[in-house]
């Protein structure tokens, strides 16, 4: 019986530091999943703030885009300022050639 004695005081020994591990850890846990769901939130939040600032700049892309296909198209030689040379052998552009 001395193997069964021995047996039983282990497995009591066991079971208390089993219940003295739950009794600690289960309450950081519980507390620890609640951390995890508030990060969550939070991520949610930043994903959201991030896909709206990216569509920000994809319409400000957008934009630029379609100002330098202006410029590109406006930058055929009909529409080109003139240029007249100087006395002084300068370049400048006329007046009315000029646009701001």
């Given amino acids: 019986m001395r193997g ?3 047996y039983n005081r282990n497995v009591a020994v066991y079971q208390d530091v089993k219940k003295a591990l ?5 309450p950081q846990v519980a507390e620890l999943r609640g951390q995890m769901v508030d990060l969550r939130g939070e ?3 930043l994903r959201g703030e991030m896909d709206s600032r990216f569509a920000k700049m994809d319409s400000r892309f957008a934009e630029m885009d379609t100002k330098f ?4 198209s406006a930058g055929s030689p009909s529409s080109r300022p003139r240029w007249s040379g100087g006395s002084d052998g300068s370049t400048s552009a006329s007046p ?4 701001s």
Avoid: C, K, N, P
């Fill in 4 to 6: 069964a004695a021995r």
């Fill in 22 to 26: 739950q009794e600690i850890l289960t």
């Fill in 43 to 45: 991520i949610a939040g």
């Fill in 69 to 72: 296909a202006l410029l590109r």
């Fill in 96 to 99: 009315s050639s000029v646009r």
